[in-house]
C-alpha cells in the first residue's frame, strides 16, 4: 500500500500589539495642531488620516499619545528635541522582543509544537536592528534548542512576512522532520517624523506595531484546521525600483512611498496571476492580500474584479491595526482562518500577495483545510484543478 506523504501547512497561528492605541482621528488632530503654523500641510494630514482607511493602531512608544505641545515626535509645535535613530533604536530593542514572544508563544501553542521541536527560527523585521539579533533573544527566552538553525530576514519590507513563510515552506518540504517557526515583528511608529512634508505625513497616517508569528511543518493528521502551503515564487515589477524607498536617517528611517504603487500594481500584477492561477473564471475564494494601503486593496479590486467578501479581512486588519509591515498577512491570515471555522467551510483553495521595495511581489498558493479532512495525496499542492497542472508544476518556471 502507498504511503501517504503529509502536505506542508501553517500549523499554527500568533499575533500581539503593544499595550498603547492609537485613535486615528485623535491623532490627527493633535498632529494637525502641531502643524498650525503651515495651515496647507495641517489640511493635508487631516484629510490623509481620514482617507487612508485607518481606526485605530498601536504603538511600542507611550510619547506619541502625549498632547502636541509636549510632544518630542511633534517637534514643529513643542520645540523639544527630536527622538535620534540611536534613541529609538534603544526603543526598539526593549520592546521588540517580548512583544515578539507573545506572538511566537501564542503560534506554539496554536500549533501544539514543542519549543524543543523546533529546527528552525525564522525571524523578521525591517524597523529596527542590534546584535545579538532578536533570533538569539528568542531562541534563549523560548527555551529552543542550541543548534537550532536561526535565519534573521532584515530590512526587507512589507513583503517580508510572506518571503518568511515561502522560505519556511521550502525549508520543510525539503528536510524531513524540519518544524519551522516564523517570528514579525515592526515597530513602524517609533519612525514618525517632526515634518510638514507630503511623504512624512503620508508615512504617519496608516502604519502601526505589532507582532506575528507561525509555525509551518508537515501536517499528515486531520485534528486541526490549517492552512496547506504551496510553492512560493517572486516577482520585481516593472517601474517601481524608485517608488517605495526606506532608508536610516538621523531622527529614525526615512520612507518615501510613491502614490504610483496601486497603479503599477494594478498594471502589472494580473498577468502574474494569471501566470500563477490559470483561468481567472477557476481563481480562488480565499485572498489574504497585504494591505500595503487603502489604495493598493482599491487597485486590486478595480484590475482583478475581486469583491467585498475577498478584500474585506485585509480591509478589516487595515481598520482596525494599520499597516503593520512584514507582521500584517499573518492578521489577515488570523481573520480568514477564523472566518472560515465560523462558518464550516470545506477545503477551499487561496493565495496569499504581499508588496515590498523593489517593487517586488512574493505570491504563494494556500488552501484551507478544515478539522476532519486529511491531505488527499502528496501532490495535492494548493492551486491544483482538475485537468491543470499542480501548483509546484505551474510555479516550476517562475521561481
Excluded at 511633534?74 to 533604536?89: E, K, Y
Aim: with cysteine; proline share 6%.
Amino acid at each position: 500500500m502507498r504511503t501517504i506523504a503529509p502536505s506542508i501547512a501553517m500549523l499554527g497561528i500568533g499575533t500581539a500589539v503593544p499595550a498603547h492605541k492609537l485613535d486615528q482621528l485623535d491623532t490627527a488632530q493633535r498632529l494637525a495642531e502641531a502643524l498650525r503654523e503651515t495651515p496647507d500641510a495641517a489640511r493635508w494630514a487631516r484629510r490623509l488620516f481620514k482617507q487612508c482607511g485607518v481606526q485605530t493602531r498601536y504603538t511600542c512608544e507611550p510619547a506619541l499619545l502625549e498632547p502636541a505641545a509636549s510632544n518630542r515626535y511633534f517637534a514643529q509645535l513643542s520645540g523639544l528635541p527630536v527622538p535620534a535613530t540611536s534613541q529609538r533604536m534603544a526603543t526598539y530593542k526593549q520592546a521588540s522582543v517580548p512583544l515578539a514572544l507573545r506572538a511566537a508563544s501564542a503560534a506554539l501553542a496554536d500549533a501544539r509544537v514543542s519549543p524543543s521541536a523546533l529546527t528552525h527560527l525564522l525571524t523578521v523585521s525591517c524597523t529596527g536592528q542590534f546584535l545579538p539579533g532578536l533570533d538569539a533573544e528568542l531562541a534563549k527566552t523560548l527555551g529552543l534548542k542550541d543548534t537550532v538553525n536561526r535565519i534573521p530576514l532584515t530590512f526587507l519590507g512589507c513583503a517580508a512576512g510572506l518571503k518568511a513563510i515561502g522560505l519556511a515552506r521550502d525549508i520543510a518540504s525539503g528536510q524531513q522532520g524540519a518544524t519551522v517557526l516564523v517570528v514579525c515583528v515592526e515597530l513602524c511608529t517609533l519612525h514618525i517624523q517632526p515634518s510638514a512634508a507630503k511623504e512624512a505625513l503620508f508615512g504617519a497616517s496608516f502604519f502601526g506595531d505589532g507582532a506575528s508569528a507561525c509555525v509551518i511543518g508537515a501536517s499528515a493528521d486531520d485534528e486541526r484546521d490549517v492552512f496547506e502551503l504551496g510553492k512560493p515564487t517572486s516577482a520585481l515589477l516593472p517601474e517601481g525600483e524608485g517608488e517605495m524607498v526606506w532608508e536610516v536617517g538621523d531622527h529614525g528611517f526615512d520612507l518615501y512611498l510613491s502614490s504610483r504603487i496601486p497603479a503599477l500594481i494594478g498594471r502589472y500584477l494580473p498577468e502574474r496571476l494569471d501566470e500563477l492561477l490559470g483561468r481567472r473564471e477557476t481563481w480562488p475564494g480565499i485572498w489574504a492580500i497585504h494591505p500595503g494601503g487603502k489604495g493598493i486593496i482599491d487597485a486590486l479590486e478595480a484590475e482583478l474584479g475581486l469583491d467585498e467578501a475577498r478584500t474585506g479581512y485585509s480591509r478589516g486588519v487595515l481598520r482596525d491595526f494599520g499597516n503593520m509591515s512584514s507582521a500584517t498577512l499573518l492578521f489577515v491570515l488570523d481573520a480568514i482562518r477564523a472566518a472560515q471555522r465560523e462558518k464550516g467551510a470545506p477545503r477551499t483553495e487561496g493565495v496569499c500577495l504581499a508588496f515590498g521595495p523593489g517593487l517586488s511581489c512574493e505570491l504563494l498558493p494556500i488552501a484551507y483545510r478544515p478539522v476532519g479532512l486529511r491531505p488527499a495525496h502528496s501532490n495535492a499542492e494548493p492551486g491544483a484543478r482538475d485537468g491543470e497542472p499542480s501548483g509546484e508544476a505551474r510555479l516550476a518556471s517562475h521561481v
